[in-house]
């Protein structure tokens, strides 16, 4: 089947501290990855996505690279701000209709 | 682009009455949308898959005479909550999924808090 598991959390780090949230998968097919991030009271924005093998998303500083041999899409940020807190959701699809989601990984920075 | 908009973004109604949630594509056409349930520090869990001009597609233990799914245009999809009671109160978020072959992207709403007293 599908499903995606992430690293629990809460993570919380000072400010210019490396991040990596970790992310694995289990797929039928070919899936396409994602991460989300939902800043408090709101819904998800799409962080970044990479759709197949070996491809790099990236956006604001975030990255994940898609690695099929182990399954996994962790992602990384060089130095966290204190906006950068929010909850990230790791997520796949393989139809572009299902989507699976992890549980969530809170992060919290201080300054 | 790509913007999902949710109305109303918070609602609060008694025991017994219905609600209705509206979810908006407002920059692009969907011919699927989504229907989603977030509790409290948790994962987002798909309720209903929404087709404009036909029947939604339920998940299973979803009561589909519970939470009514209208995609009667390609920007709009509703849910109504019906005879709502407090444990439906929940964070519900919708997405769009963008109409593009072989991109496999959803777009969400900012969600709607709904209290049940």
């Known amino acids: 089947g599908n499903s995606v598991t992430q690293m629990e959390g809460p993570v919380t780090l000072s400010e210019e501290a490396f991040l990596t949230i970790n992310c694995t998968y289990t797929a039928t097919g070919y899936p396409s990855l994602f991460w989300y991030v939902q800043y408090p009271g709101e819904g998800l924005q799409l962080l970044l996505k990479a759709t197949k093998a070996d491809d790099k998303g990236s956006n604001k500083g975030f990255e994940a690279t898609y690695r099929k041999e182990t399954t996994s899409f962790h992602l990384e940020k060089g130095s966290v701000q204190v906006s950068d807190s929010a909850v990230y959701f790791c997520a796949l699809s393989v139809t572009g209709n299902q989507f699976y989601f992890g549980t969530g990984t809170s992060l919290t920075v201080i300054p | 682009g790509a913007v999902v908009s949710q109305h109303p973004s918070r609602v609060i109604c008694k025991s017994g009455t219905s609600v209705k949630i509206e979810c908006r594509s407002l920059?692009?056409?969907?011919?699927?949308m989504f229907w989603y349930r977030q509790f409290p520090k948790q994962s987002l869990m798909l309720m209903a898959t929404s087709n404009e001009g036909s029947k939604a597609t339920y998940e299973q233990g979803v009561e589909k005479d519970k939470f009514l799914i209208n995609h009667a245009s390609l920007t709009l999809s509703t849910l109504t909550v019906t005879s709502a009671h407090p444990e439906d109160s929940s964070f519900y978020i919708c997405?769009?999924?963008?109409?593009?072959?072989?991109?496999?992207?959803?777009?969400f709403g900012p969600g709607t808090r709904l209290t049940v007293t």
């Open positions: 920059d692009f056409q969907a011919t699927t």
């Open positions: 997405s769009a999924r963008y109409p593009r072959t072989g991109v496999y992207e959803q777009y």
